[in-house]
């Protein structure tokens, strides 16, 4: 059975618009360790201009580490042993990444915690408009009503002079997401941003992102744990597990056909799909323990000698799609 959104069908990106020039963001090689934990191996991903990518993954497997490594705020004592993050050319981890940060909006999982109590909204984003946008205050004030009114939060003079506690939470998401677009970030990062929030709301919220990234031709990496979602925003999608992406290509086509092992047990349990609560066997490795060659490789019904050597590498299966795993056209039974 295909997973749908369960939301309602938002226009797609321009034909082509995926697929068009240099990506806003490519992550090449990443490896992400704090400490003893290894949390990304070897990451490489692509964020296409005026595109969407999803990431997607369980609880623990490396999706917030991603993002803080974008965004240029990983934690203290993280190191990074390889790779590179290059945002328009530019590589986010080296001395440039003040300057890159300006030009990437943020969306945050949490409304109620995103918002300080204390001050008003509208003095939050224009605090944040001084330091990164071009203008005056009266040209600051004069798009983010605009932004606003894009955003659908009635009566946006009035919603500038509010504290946070004046809004509901999908109207802070909404505002939060004005926030991100205040400095006309060329890309967008959303960090599971309808969890917090109520079914319907949820529906509005993705609705509308999709609506502007579409029609400011913004670039969008998106961060959830649920396919849902990821179909009702996301053009494409990386699977990660343990800090490997496992499976990448367009999302319709790897939901409706996932090809890694992972992938395939993960939608199986999907309640969509799901014929019994038997989920995937075994747990998700702690970030300290992870086993060598293919992390996944001590739950995978295909695994053999070989998997726990070294990383499979990602195995080109045309129409953009990939997958790490070489033995992924083999069938198998669920435990
Ligand atoms: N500061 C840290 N120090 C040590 N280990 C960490 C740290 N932050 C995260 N980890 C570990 O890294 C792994 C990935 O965590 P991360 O928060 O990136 O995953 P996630 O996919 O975003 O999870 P969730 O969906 O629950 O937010 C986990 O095993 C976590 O315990």
Not at 23 to 47: F, K, W
Not at 106 to 119: A, E, H, K, R, T
Not at 201 to 206: F, V, Y
Not at 305 to 316: R, V
């Amino acid at each position: 059975m295909a997973i749908s959104s369960g939301w309602p069908i938002q226009p797609s990106a321009p034909s082509g618009a995926a697929t068009i020039g240099q990506p806003v963001l490519s992550i090449e090689n990443l490896s992400v360790h704090i400490g003893p934990a290894r949390i990304l191996q070897e990451v490489t991903l692509q964020v296409p201009r005026a595109g969407t990518l999803g990431i997607v993954g369980e609880s623990g497997c490396g999706k917030s580490t991603l993002l803080r490594a974008v965004l240029g705020i990983l934690p203290g004592g993280a190191t990074v042993p390889k790779g590179a993050i290059l945002f328009d050319g530019e590589d986010i981890l080296t001395d440039c990444a003040a300057t890159v940060r300006g030009r990437i909006g943020y969306v945050p999982q949490d409304p109620y915690l995103s918002l300080n109590p204390v001050f008003r909204a509208g003095d939050q984003i224009f605090e944040v408009m001084r330091r990164h946008a071009k203008g005056s205050r009266a040209d600051h004030k004069a798009k983010l009503i605009e932004l606003l009114r894009a955003v659908q939060l009635p009566d946006p003079e009035a919603a500038l002079r509010k504290y946070p506690h004046q809004f509901s939470g999908g109207q802070r998401q909404r505002l939060l997401i004005a926030a991100a677009l205040a400095c006309d970030p060329a890309l967008v990062v959303a960090d599971e941003p309808t969890t917090a929030l109520d079914v319907t709301t949820q529906r509005e919220i993705l609705g509308l992102l999709r609506q502007l990234t579409v029609e400011r031709g913004l670039s969008l990496l998106f961060v959830t744990h649920d396919f849902g979602v990821l179909a009702a925003v996301c053009d494409r999608v990386a699977v990660l597990y343990a800090g490997q992406v496992v499976e990448h290509g367009p999302t319709r086509a790897v939901l409706d056909d996932p090809q890694h092992p992972y992938a395939r047990m993960l939608l199986a349990c999907h309640p969509d799909r799901a014929t019994d609560l038997g989920g995937i066997p075994g747990t998700v490795p702690a970030a300290t323990a992870q086993p060598p060659g293919c992390r996944f490789h001590p739950r995978c019904p295909l695994a053999r000698a070989a998997c726990a050597e070294a990383p499979p590498p990602m195995l080109p299966l045309g129409a953009g799609r990939s997958v790490a795993c070489p033995f992924h056209a083999e069938a198998f039974a669920r435990a």
